[in-house]
C-alpha cells in the first residue's frame, strides 16, 4: 500500500506544483541574488516556521526593547539633567518598579520560549524518513551517501571555481555535484566528518546541523517546491572553509528516480570512500 500512497502524494505534489506555477519547469532559486536582504526563500514547514518565528516574535521584541530604552535614555536625559532637576531625590527603593522590571522580561522570554521550543521539537522529532542521504563533511567539500534501497552509491561535491562555471551557475556557491532528492519525501540527512567540526546547512529548509567526527547527527527536511536551493559550511573549518557549497536540487519523483538511474551508473564504479581506504599504491 506504502507504493500506491507515495504514488498519490507524487502526484498530488505534482498536481500543486501545476497549479501554483503553470510553467512545468518553473523552479525555485534557493540562493541569493545581488542586493537582496532576509533569508532566503523558505522551502517547508520548519524554514517558514522558522522565519516567521524571527519575523513576528524576535523582531519585534528585539525593536520594541530598544525603542523602549532609547526612548528611557532620552527622557532621563532631558527630565533629570542639572538644571532641570537641580536638587536630585534620595529615593534608593520603589517595590513596585522593581516587581515590574523583574516580571516584564521574564514574560518577554515566555513569549520567545513557547515557540522556540516547539520549532525544536520539530527539526529534533525526526518523522519515518522516505529516504536518508548519509553527508560526510571533509576538508574541504562534502560526500552524499545513498542507501542500499536507492543503489547504494555516493560522490563527493566539490567547488567549483570561476573560471568553470556555466552561465547559470552562481559564483562562491556552486559545486559540480548537487545531492538530488524528491518533492514531498520526509528526508533525514545523517551528518557526521571525517577530520574536523564543519556544519551543514541549507537554510532553505530550516536545516543546519554540525558535522562532527565520531558523531551522527540527524536533521530532517520536507522539500515543497522544486528547485536548487544553497548552503554552505557554517563553521570555521579551515582555509578553505568558504569553499564547501551545499546544493540541494529538489525534483519530482519521476526525475528523481531517472537521476538514480544516471547516479549510479556514475559514482557506483567510483566509490571514493572505498578508494580513500583502499591502500596507496605507486603507479
Ligand atoms: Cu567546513
Known amino acids: 500500500m506504502r507504493v500506491s500512497s507515495d504514488a498519490i502524494r507524487a502526484g498530488l505534489a505534482g498536481l500543486a506544483v501545476a497549479l501554483v506555477a503553470p510553467k512545468a519547469e518553473a523552479q525555485v532559486f534557493g540562493g541569493p541574488k545581488p542586493g537582496e536582504i532576509g533569508f532566503l526563500p523558505a522551502n517547508g514547514q520548519i524554514a517558514e516556521d522558522m522565519f516567521w518565528f524571527h519575523n513576528w516574535i524576535l523582531l519585534p521584541v528585539t525593536i520594541g526593547i530598544s525603542?523602549?530604552?532609547?526612548?528611557?535614555?532620552?527622557?532621563?536625559?532631558?527630565?533629570?539633567?542639572?538644571?532641570?532637576?537641580?536638587?536630585?531625590?534620595?529615593?534608593?527603593?520603589?517595590?513596585?518598579?522593581?516587581?515590574?522590571?523583574?516580571?516584564?522580561?521574564?514574560?518577554?522570554?515566555?513569549?520567545?520560549?513557547?515557540?522556540?521550543?516547539?520549532?525544536?521539537?520539530?527539526?529534533?522529532?525526526?518523522?519515518?524518513p522516505d529516504l536518508t542521504v548519509k553527508v560526510t563533511?571533509?576538508?574541504?567539500?562534502?560526500?552524499?551517501?545513498?542507501?542500499?534501497?536507492?543503489?547504494?552509491?555516493?560522490?563527493?561535491?566539490?567547488?567549483?571555481?570561476?573560471?568553470?562555471?556555466?552561465?547559470?551557475?552562481?559564483?562562491?556557491?556552486?559545486?559540480?555535484?548537487?545531492?538530488?532528492?524528491?518533492?514531498?519525501?520526509?528526508?533525514e540527512v545523517d551528518v557526521t566528518s571525517q577530520d574536523v567540526i564543519h556544519s551543514f546547512s541549507v537554510p532553505s529548509f530550516g536545516v543546519k546541523i554540525d558535522a562532527i567526527p565520531g558523531r551522527l547527527n540527524k536533521s530532517w527536511f520536507k522539500a515543497e517546491q522544486i528547485g536548487m536551493f544553497y548552503g554552505q559550511c557554517s563553521?570555521?573549518?579551515?582555509?578553505?572553509?568558504?569553499?564547501?557549497?551545499?546544493?540541494?536540487?529538489?525534483?519530482?519523483?519521476?526525475?528523481?528516480?531517472?537521476?538514480?538511474?544516471?547516479?549510479?551508473?556514475?559514482?557506483a564504479s567510483s566509490d571514493r570512500v572505498d578508494l580513500a581506504a583502499a591502500p596507496l599504491v605507486n603507479p
Not at 158 to 175: G, S
Not at 239 to 255: E, G, K, T, Y
Request: proline share 7%.
Open 235 to 267: 563553521n570555521i573549518c579551515g582555509i578553505d572553509h568558504a569553499f564547501m557549497p551545499v546544493n540541494v536540487r529538489v525534483v519530482s519523483q519521476s526525475d528523481y528516480e531517472a537521476w538514480l538511474v544516471e547516479a549510479k551508473k556514475q559514482f
Open 67 to 128: 525603542l523602549l530604552v532609547l526612548g528611557l535614555i532620552v527622557y532621563i536625559v532631558y527630565r533629570f539633567n542639572e538644571t532641570a532637576n537641580p536638587v536630585p531625590s534620595r529615593r534608593t527603593h520603589n517595590g513596585l518598579l522593581e516587581f515590574a522590571w523583574t516580571v516584564a522580561p521574564a514574560l518577554v522570554l515566555v513569549v520567545i520560549a513557547v515557540p522556540s521550543f516547539r520549532l525544536l521539537a520539530q527539526q529534533l522529532i525526526i518523522p519515518a
Open 137 to 187: 563533511a571533509s576538508q574541504w567539500h562534502w560526500n552524499y551517501g545513498y542507501p542500499k534501497s536507492e543503489g547504494g552509491f555516493s560522490f563527493d561535491s566539490l567547488y567549483v571555481e570561476d573560471k568553470d562555471l556555466k552561465p547559470d551557475q552562481p559564483r562562491l556557491i556552486t559545486a559540480d555535484h548537487e545531492m538530488v532528492v524528491p518533492i514531498g519525501k520526509v528526508i
